[in-house]
């Protein structure tokens, strides 16, 4: 863009000036016009042409514009002016661009101007010839620009690995060569760089480096560097370099324990360290290989005392080495690893608590427990799975003893009695025993041994006394504890006892009126006792501790008490009475009588605790006799209103406290018997006078049944309801039989019509 700006002022110029010098043209430019040469690629500052400047005397300035190329044909910056004084000019090259003959033009026509002081203008031309020069070949491509690096495989036949691009600026032939000469490369007229055999990357060296020439006829020439690596490739077998195939290590290796460096070459990568990948072919749970650096070390627990390892402690690997992980170049090595037993386990038994029982006085040297029947040492080598018995100790550990400390035979040193005062209380015997390993690191465990002596039943029972007796009221309530017997047995531990009635207590009612608690000898009552019936109970009661027992005799005394009531007959009575009853009359003949079993018949008193309203009714006598009589005590009042009620519900107590002072009736026992009695009074009757002839016949109806006879019409309501459906049902069955035994008349009638001929 600036260069077109340029150029554009320029010619503005020339025009400017064509004008001026169309008005005012003088000869100023001495030497011009005129013809000159330059040679092709000459570099800037070369002089073309050389040219004065002639000024008129009058003008005492000099030149105004100085002589300045203002066109050229064709249009070119190839060519300036430089002043080299004294009005002495020269044409000289820009550098930019270089003349150049094959390519640009060969002549070039500069249209130079020049104005002095006085106004005078002139303007001429030079014309430069451009002249051949013979130049060197130049090399086109990447070889023109940078040193050229070619890649040769190894293996790669011969052939052409490069074609070499040159050119000579004046199309000349050119040759090529290079150089050094000794090596397995050669270059065609054409510039075709071909190989000469086929490279063994690991026997011929890795990289040629290569001076190419290309020279023309005149023998002018240019020369560029060629490297040729040659390539590496995977073409062998790695290798492995460890010799060693058996490998020891101990058992229980922590992960991560080095067991072997395999180690391998891959003769591709003799210059440098190989990158190998290393793996563990066979399944193995107990090794793993670094894929990189081919160590190989532990990833699992390794038990030399557990299956498999117990019955095969070697372990076979198979290791491969390939040169990449998708190559098909590896090699494999069997290694095998044999695991050694080391004493890694202490002795266990099983069970490691012991509970066993002697009987007490068991005697001296009585063998109790065989030890090595329960310990064992899982360790594999002998010399690892020895152990002994030591330390027997604890609580009452006098007592016991091993025989040996090989043979852990427990004995019994001493009888034990449990009921000596120096072992009261010791049933159970806490020992310890230490089975510990013979070989180091001298593992161990401890043994616990839990020795029961069992008691020996030796002792009867014996009752605290060799009789008991028990007085009880006869109103004793029924499941009352009446008395407890008590035995002990001298054995220890102390024997359970149990109580149990073996004989007495039974009634004509009852097998056994009295229960005793079996553990505790509580003798309780099942039933109610009876004074009147029977005055004393003896029993027979035995403690037995499971295997011996005593008896002892147990004898219950039944103490009266007055816990009868009077029985009166009747106990109800209903009747009915004219009102007009004359006072002191016995009412209707009616007396009870009275009976109590533990009472005297002097003992009763009566009285008619509810009912009597204006006490018109009372007992003769009151007291002091088992017979009573009713009598009416005073009138019944029903004019003046005093008595309303016609129906009297008499309740009449009897109680057994006649001979009783005032204050044992505080203190004993008083028993009360009942007796209900319904009295209806009758009114008199009423006088009717007749006025008319005729007659009038009053019907009185009324429920003469007492209150306590409320069975009455509910046993009548009832037996109509059962007679009723008993009616129903024969109903049912009568018109059942109907319908069977005659049939509809329209289906008869068919019948007959059908069986007429």
Known sequence: MKDSIVKMMKSMLLLILLGVVSGRRTQLLKGLPATSTVEENAAAGVSVYTFNVTVSPLSSEGVAILPTIVNSNPLTEAFDIESKGDLEYRVVTTGNPVLDYETMPKSFDLQIFVEDTAGRTDLNILTVQVTDKNERPVFRGNMAIQTVTIYVLEGTPPECIYQVDAADPENAELKYSLLPAPVPFLVLESGAVFTTKEFDYEKDPHCYFLNITVTDPDGLNSTKAVNINIININDERPYFTTKQRIYRIPEEQSPGTVVANITAKDPDDEDSPSRLFYSIQSSDRYFSINPSTGVLQVTG???????????????????????????????????????????????????????????????????????????????????????????????????????????????????????????????????????????????????????????VNEFFPVFSNLSYEFNVPEITRVGSSIGR??????????????????????????????????????????????????????????????????????????????????????????????????????????????????????????????????????????????????????????????????????????????????????????????????????????????????????????NLYSELAWYVPFVITLGSLLLLGLLGYLGFLLATWVRTCCPPTGKAGDVLLKSWP
């Open 485 to 702: 017997v008590n035995a002990r047995d001298k054995d220890w531990s102390p024997s359970v006892i149990t109580y149990s009635i073996v004989a007495g207590g039974g009634t004509k009612d009852y097998t056994n009126i009295f229960w005793i608690s079996p553990t505790k000898g509580d003798v309780k009552i099942l039933a109610r006792l009876d004074y009147e019936t029977t005055q004393k109970h003896i029993l027979t009661v035995q403690a037995s501790d499971q295997e011996k027992i005593a008896t002892a005799s147990v004898t219950v005394n039944v103490l009266e008490v007055n816990d009868e009531e009077p029985v009166c007959s009747p106990n109800f009575y209903s009747f009915q009475i004219p009102v007009s009853l004359a006072v002191g009359t016995n009412i209707n003949g009616f007396r009870i009588e009275c009976q109590d079993r533990d009472s005297d018949p002097r003992s009763f008193r009566y009285f008619i605790n509810e009912g009597n309203v204006n006490n018109h009714f009372t007992f003769s006598p009151s007291a002091g006799s088992n017979t009573s009589r009713l009598i009416l005590a005073s009138r019944f009042d029903y004019d003046s209103g005093l008595d309303t009620n016609w129906i009297y519900r008499l309740h009449v107590y009897i109680t057994d406290d006649n001979l009783l002072s005032a204050r044992d009736k505080t203190t004993d026992l008083i028993k009360t018997g009942t007796v209900t009695l319904s009295i209806r009074v009758i009114p008199n009757p009423t006088t009717v006078i007749t006025t008319t002839p005729g007659f009038t016949v009053v019907a009185k109806m009324e």
């Open 301 to 455: 627990k390794i038990n030399r005392d557990a299956l498999p390892l117990r019955l095969h402690p070697n372990i076979s690997l198979i290791v491969r080495v390939e040169d990449s992980p998708s190559s098909s170049h590896a090699s494999e090595m069997e290694i095998t690893i044999i695991v050694e037993d080391i004493n890694d386990n202490p002795p266990e038994c099983n069970p490691s608590t012991f509970r066993i029982e002697a009987n007490e006085n068991t005697i001296a040297g009585t063998f109790l427990l065989d030890l090595r029947n329960y310990c064992k040492d899982i360790d594999v080598d002998p010399s690892n799975n020895q152990f002994n018995f030591t330390g027997l100790s604890g609580f009452g550990s006098n007592n016991f003893a091993l025989e040996s400390t090989v043979s852990g035979r427990l004995v019994m040193t001493e009888s034990i009695d449990l009921e000596n005062p120096a072992n009261l209380g010791a049933e159970v015997y806490s020992l310890t025993v230490r089975v510990q390993d013979i070989a180091c690191p001298n593992y161990s465990n401890i043994i616990y041994i839990y020795i029961r002596i069992k008691p």
